[in-house]
């Protein structure tokens, strides 16, 4: 599974991966950056500990993704393929029962995460010192 991961990476040109190290995360982030250097890809691979509940990062990060990300229409993907699994995830997370797959979501909730709190330069015009 790493080796498809890092493949797709490299195959997207996705410059930052984010990966939760917790558990297990932190072993695959690794084996991943090593895969996509072996590939000569140019990504750098970040890991970040959470230490919030699951389920309140992703209610919380719910009304960010419904505002700012655009998903296929189901008419546009094969049922049983990945992006399709991932949709199913995605539209079958609930809040008040067991959710079996929730990757989809955590994934989203991180893009959230990695998207609305990275520092943002801001341009500010001076006088011309010479």
């Known amino acids: 599974m790493n080796a498809r991961v890092a493949a797709e990476l490299a ?5 930052v991966a984010r990966f ?6 932190g072993t695959v982030a690794d084996s991943i950056a090593k895969r996509l250097v072996e590939m000569g890809a140019l990504c750098s691979v ?3 500990y959470t ?3 699951k389920e309140t990062r992703i ?4 009304p960010w993704v419904i505002q700012n ?5 189901v008419s546009l993907y094969q049922p049983g393929s990945d992006y399709a699994r991932f949709m ?3 539209e079958g ?9 929730d990757d989809a979501p955590d994934a989203m909730s991180m893009l959230a995460d990695l998207l609305t709190k990275q520092v943002r330069p801001k341009a500010r015009a001076v006088r011309r010192p010479f």
């Open 11 to 15: 195959r997207c040109g996705v410059q």
């Open 46 to 48: 970040q890991k970040k």
């Open 69 to 73: 990300c655009v998903f296929r229409d």
């Open 59 to 62: 209610l919380a990060a719910s």
């Open 51 to 53: 230490m919030s509940n």
């Open 93 to 101: 997370f609930v809040l008040d029962g067991k959710n079996p797959h």
């Open 88 to 90: 199913t995830q995605l």
């Open 20 to 25: 939760e190290s917790n558990s297990a995360g």
